[in-house]
């Protein structure tokens, strides 16, 4: 799928898609379909998208809070959750100004370069219980538990502590005893 694909799916903003996207595209970004919306880059880093919805059509910069925002047009779309992405919304044509839009991604393109950019919080495992009890009692099995990686690491206290019964908790630990002390992480064999 292309950018002009994706304007035709959304006939109510089509004419909208294909404005934004005539704007970013001059401005010396990648544009590419990433998460079935248009996605536009620089050095292979996302530097901002477009999508439609039902009531409006939104413009977002992945690293939006860096952006002076001298219009006072963006907004943080999930408090609390995202960090660096702001959201520029639109109801209708009439609110594209064509130089203001060219303005906020020529200075999102500038960060980028200049390699502004909130990184994801890690967040570390919540190690249940039950599985530190297990890695206090065996020497071996905590140091092979440390060896793994913290997305492994994390993958094993969640379905442990996803069990809603201790008798499923216990089970659950019992079945990955075995596979911490080889080094494997719980979802290896699909990978």
Known sequence: MD??????????????????????????????????????????KNVVGLAAFKNHFALWFYQGVFLTDK??????????KTRGLRQWKFDSASEIDEGLVRDYVLEARQNQLDGKEIK?????????EILS????????LLNAFKKLTPGKQKEYAEYIASAKR??????????????????KGLHDKYK
Not at 133 to 140: H, I, N, P, S, V
């Open 166 to 183: 201790e008798e499923t908790k216990q089970s659950r630990l019992e079945k990955s005893l075995a596979l911490i002390k080889r080094g």
């Open 133 to 140: 009890k297990a890695l206090d009692g065996d020497a071996e």
């Open 3 to 44: 950018i002009s694909q994706y304007a035709s799916k959304h006939p109510k903003w089509q004419n909208q898609i294909e404005k934004l996207h005539e704007i970013i595209s001059g401005e010396g970004l990648n544009p590419a379909i990433k998460w079935g919306v248009p996605v536009y880059a620089v050095d292979d």
């Open 71 to 80: 219009a006072g047009v963006l907004i943080n779309a999930q408090k609390d």
């Open 120 to 128: 994801p919080k890690k967040k570390k495992a919540d190690i249940p």
